[in-house]
């Protein structure tokens, strides 16, 4: 049976210890995570005055990597697939214009700000956008600093995309899976074998080896931190540890950029892998109807 444990946990970071699942489901799950679960993000900008010192393209790619609260907007707006005809650019490179059959797919977003006489830093929060439920993760992140009379002002469209077309809308910063360490260790008789293991245990980077002189073994503090670089199999006496895999029992680890809620990307990744799942079957149940005449 599917055991999970919640290994470490705050905010934005997750590890969790699984069991029963084969490593190819999880590492499905861990590119499904970084690839194809939607946010949301500034897609397309149209200037209307810059006379600050740096390049539209510049601000530009700043303004998109803005991470913005996805929770609602992923569930409420169109996905990349239903908009892509909505996506295009006229020849100068502005947006498409929008007619009904793009409704749902973009929120607007805008930036007015100057500064008369003084500098003016010009922040993340200073992002007025038309749907309150999405905003940027932390306000305080600097997308300019104007000096005296500088303008900034612009319109912006943002969409759910996923980090497969940009990072950007990648929901994660990592994402990855961990082997997890079966350590065996033996007891040791030998007195220049005992001394030997007293100080080879130092070799560990993790530091979870320690030697127990009444056990008259090296003993494993938390076997989850083991990176399996076999330094102490290396350094320390013959038979007197070894490490190997676990077979049956994984890590899964990821850290979220604040756009999803940890518990969010969990449920949207394995939607998407059931969907896909379930996608497969249908096709291999029309073609097996087909060959089958
Ligand atoms: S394999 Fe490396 S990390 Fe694991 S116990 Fe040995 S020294 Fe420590």
Same mark, same amino acid.
Request: glycine fraction near 8%; aromatic fraction near 10%.
């Given at each position: 049976m599917i055991d999970v444990d919640v290994l470490e946990r705050d905010k934005n970071y997750i590890e969790l210890v699984v069991r029963n699942v084969p490593l190819p489901i999880l590492n499905a799950i861990r590119r499904i995570i970084q690839l194809e679960v939607p946010t949301v993000a500034v897609d397309s900008i149209i200037f209307y005055e810059n006379n600050t010192p740096l390049y539209e393209e510049i601000i530009a790619h700043r303004i998109g990597l803005i991470p913005l609260k996805s929770d609602v907007a992923v569930r409420k707006y169109r996905s990349p697939e239903e908009c892509r005809k909505c996506f295009s650019s006229d020849e100068?490179?502005?947006p498409a214009v929008i007619g009904t059959e793009c409704e749902g797919c973009f929120v607007g977003a805008r930036l007015k700000v100057y500064s008369d006489d003084g500098v003016v830093t010009v922040y993340s929060k200073d992002l007025i956008i038309d749907?309150?439920?999405? @905003?940027?993760?932390?306000?305080?992140?600097?997308?300019i600093i104007l000096g005296p009379g500088h303008r900034l002002t612009f319109d912006a469209r943002i969409r759910i995309g996923r980090g497969i077309e940009h990072? @950007?809308?990648?929901?994660?910063?990592v994402a990855g899976t961990k082997y997890v360490a079966v350590i065996k260790t033996s007891r040791i008789r030998d007195r220049e074998a005992i001394e030997k293991a007293k100080k080879c245990v130092n070799v560990c980077p993790v530091d979870i080896l320690s030697f127990d002189e009444k056990e008259s073994r090296i003993v494993v503090?938390?076997?989850? @931190? &083991?990176?399996? &670089?076999m330094q102490c199999v290396k350094e320390c006496?013959?038979?007197s540890i070894s490490i190997e895999h676990d077979d049956n029992e994984y890590i899964l680890f990821f850290e979220s950029?604040?756009?999803?809620?940890l518990r969010s990307i969990l449920d949207l990744a394995t939607e998407l892998l059931i969907n896909k799942l379930d996608e497969l079957i249908k096709q291999v149940e029309k073609e097996v109807e087909v060959s089958s005449g």
């Open positions: 100068e490179g502005y749907d309150p439920e999405i @905003k940027p993760v932390y306000d305080n992140i600097p997308i990072s @950007k809308w990648s929901p994660v910063s503090s938390n076997r989850y @931190k &083991c990176t399996l &670089c006496p013959p038979g950029t604040g756009q999803l809620s």
